[in-house]
C-alpha cells in the first residue's frame, strides 16, 4: 500500500533549528494535500502545517514566522523547516497526507505516518 515515514527529529536547545521530511512510497499515483500534526504529552493532536498540491501553505497562529512547509512532487516528500525551537514545541510530529492509490478518477485516502519525536530543551 502506502507508508509516510518522517524523520530528522531529535534534541535541539531553546532557539535552534531541525528540518523534518516525510516521503511517500509504495503505491502512490498521486498526493493532495499535506499536512503536519504534533501532539505533546497530555495534549491533543494539533494541525501545525498544510501546503496544497500547488504549493499553497497554511500555519498555525503558534508557528507562524518560525516553521516553513515545502514540498517535493518529484520526490513525494514534505518537509518542515523549523526555526526558533521554543520548549512548547516539544512534541511528536506526525505526517498526513492525502493521496490517491489508483488511477483517475482520484480518489483521495488519508494516511498517517508513524510520527518522530522533537525535544526543545530550555
Known amino acids: 500500500q502506502v507508508q509516510l515515514v518522517e524523520s530528522g527529529g531529535g534534541l535541539v536547545q531553546h532557539g535552534g533549528s531541525l528540518r523534518l521530511s516525510c516521503t511517500a512510497s509504495?503505491?502512490?499515483?498521486?498526493?493532495?494535500?499535506m499536512h503536519w500534526y504534533r501532539q505533546a504529552p497530555g495534549k491533543q493532536r494539533e494541525l501545525v502545517a498544510s501546503?496544497?498540491?500547488?504549493?499553497?501553505?497554511n500555519y498555525a497562529d503558534s508557528v507562524k514566522g518560525r516553521f516553513t512547509i515545502s514540498r517535493d512532487n518529484t520526490q513525494n516528500t514534505v518537509y518542515l523547516q523549523m526555526n526558533s525551537l521554543k520548549p512548547e514545541d516539544t512534541a511528536t510530529y506526525y505526517c498526513?497526507?492525502?493521496?490517491?492509490?489508483?488511477?483517475?478518477?482520484?480518489?483521495?485516502?488519508?494516511?498517517w505516518g508513524q510520527g518522530t519525536l522533537v525535544t526543545v530543551s530550555s
Open positions: 498526513n497526507a492525502f493521496i490517491a492509490v489508483s488511477p483517475m478518477p482520484y480518489r483521495y485516502r488519508e494516511f
Open positions: 509504495g503505491s502512490v499515483v498521486a498526493i493532495n494535500t
Open positions: 501546503i496544497t498540491s500547488s504549493g499553497n501553505t
